[in-house]
């Protein structure tokens, strides 16, 4: 089976018409799976009879089973489970006036962040732009509100599968897809160079939200924490960050996730306020107090050490905001839950095998 949500519309026109059909029932398709969320041919009262039977033998809706959530009051935890048997998590945040969609571009991840649980994995495989665009279907499909804000910052490094995570996010934006605004699709990563470069000269990639995870300003503090920087140095990082063509009004967000004792002394704001120079017009921080993992061994700065952190760079003409992460108290920061589930059935596994299925 082919899974609809892995076709644009140009490619579902040329599919559909290898199967007999005018191009222009891709739009209708289309329409009923991202407008109406159908997930089933025959609803599809506006194609022929025989097209939807020739349809529904050719494809399918959903790539992933949902398979748990967790709630908060802040946020819903989404697990879904691969075809292949891998588990991806996605995370609906409700904001005061908006909701926001985290999504996974990864099953694992092979930045090798030390703060963070997926990376315990090491990297599995990238996922597909089918498997990407159903984690925001299926979750539109159990949430009553529309949901109009995508961030790529759940599992995975979204740049090291830029393909998938470009059409996907394509599908996203489209009139005929599911119409969000370029604005509202982030694409976080830990900064790869060389994606950076491609994604600076790409068109449609330079418009959507960037946000970069910079965690430290000094580059052998960053080598610790994120070892993928050894390659793509802060110096490098930077260099392109500051040459990053932009669209008008928009500016690059640098995340800094908030380690106690390790990368939240009032020192590393001033280094990071001087490491951002006089491009402080193109960049904001956000401050991420970290959510501590009974597995890793940081834990979260107190109130005061963040707020004296942020009051350095306010002071040095840095706009930067503090973000609690949502859900904080049910889980905690990217990859925790599933790593979390993994554990709880390798743990069945030895204890009531008949549980761990
Ligand atoms: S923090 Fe993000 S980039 Fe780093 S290992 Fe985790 S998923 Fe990968």
Not at 77 to 104: A, N, P
Not at 200 to 213: I, K, Q
Request: one cysteine or more; a positive charge.
């Amino acid at each position: 089976m082919e899974f609809i949500t892995g076709y644009t519309l140009e490619e579902l026109k040329e599919r559909i018409t290898g199967l007999g059909l005018e191009p222009y029932r891709a739009n209708q398709i289309l329409s009923w799976v991202y407008k109406k969320l159908t997930t089933d041919f025959n609803l599809m009262t506006d194609l022929p009879k025989k097209a939807r039977e020739d349809l529904s033998k050719v494809f399918s809706f959903h790539p992933l089973r949902l398979e748990d959530r967790v709630e908060a009051p802040d946020a819903t935890k989404f697990l879904f489970r691969t075809q292949d048997g891998h588990l991806v998590e996605t995370v609906l945040i409700k904001e005061r006036d908006h909701l926001t969609l985290c999504v996974s571009s990864q099953i694992g991840c092979a930045v090798g962040c030390t703060f963070c649980a997926t990376a315990m994995d090491g990297l599995i495989r990238n996922l597909t732009a089918a498997e990407i665009v159903d984690q925001f279907l299926q979750v539109q499909q159990v949430t009553e509100e529309r949901i109009r804000n995508v961030v790529f910052m759940g599992m995975g490094e979204p740049l090291a599968n830029y393909d998938n995570v470009r059409k996907a996010s394509q599908i996203m934006v489209s009139p005929w897809g599911l119409d969000l605004s370029k604005r509202r699709v982030t694409i976080s990563t830990s900064g790869i160079v060389s994606q950076l470069k491609r994604m600076a000269r790409d068109p449609f990639m330079r418009e959507l939200n960037l946000a970069v995870s910079i965690n430290s300003p000094r580059q052998d503090l960053r080598e610790e924490l994120m070892p993928l920087t050894k390659t793509n140095t802060l110096k490098e990082l930077m260099e392109v960050l500051k040459n990053f063509p932009l669209p008008r009004y928009r500016r690059i967000t640098l995340e800094y996730i908030l380690i106690k004792d390790v990368n939240d002394s009032v020192k590393e704001a001033r280094q990071l306020a001087k490491l951002i120079g006089p491009y402080k017009k193109k960049f904001k921080v956000n401050l991420i107090p970290y959510n501590p993992d009974p597995n890793l061994p940081y834990e979260r700065p107190p109130l005061e050490r963040i707020l004296s952190f942020q009051r350095e760079l306010w002071d040095r003409g840095v706009s930067t905001f503090v973000r609690f992460s949502k859900g904080a108290d049910v889980f905690g920061a990217c990859g925790q839950l599933r790593s979390r589930r993994v554990m709880l059935k390798s743990h069945l596994h030895e204890t009531h095998p008949e549980m761990a299925r």
